[in-house]
């Protein structure tokens, strides 16, 4: 399985962007998506997570109803659309994957990683 991040991007306080992750392989559907961020000189944190079924999210309290994380099983990707953006995300953003469990916070829970996005709030 591979992952592909894009979307990232410079944006002032208070706007938006959406980030965009497609994954090879024609069992997208089956699989766990998550995103988790790391900040220069801090540790990797989680973000959102999404479930197979689309019927379990998972929000991490920073991002609660600023963040958005949605996923096209027919378009074997997942998006995670940022609203009201503060400086304190600016981050590299990286999607995940999960094969079997649903332990969405748990970096280690993930089987595989895409090579991040820069996403960059300016004040």
């Known amino acids: 399985v591979q992952l592909q991040a894009s979307g990232g991007g410079l944006v002032q306080a208070g706007g938006s962007l959406r980030l965009s992750c497609g994954a090879s392989?024609?069992?997208?559907?089956?699989?766990?998506m998550g995103w988790f961020r790391q900040a220069p000189g801090k540790e990797r944190e989680f973000v959102a997570a999404?479930?197979?079924?689309?019927?379990?999210?998972d929000y991490a309290d920073s991002v609660k109803g600023r963040f958005t994380i949605s996923r096209d099983n027919a378009k074997n990707t997942v998006y995670l659309q940022m609203n009201s953006l503060k400086p304190e995300d600016t981050a590299v953003y990286y999607c995940?994957?999960?094969?079997?469990?649903?332990?969405?916070?748990?970096?280690?829970?993930?089987?595989?990683w895409g090579q991040g996005t820069q996403v960059t709030v300016s004040s």
């Open positions: 995940a994957l999960d094969l079997d469990s649903w332990a969405p916070r748990a970096g280690s829970a993930y089987h595989y």
């Open positions: 392989g024609r069992t997208f559907s089956r699989y766990i």
């Open positions: 999404i479930s197979r079924s689309i019927a379990i999210i």
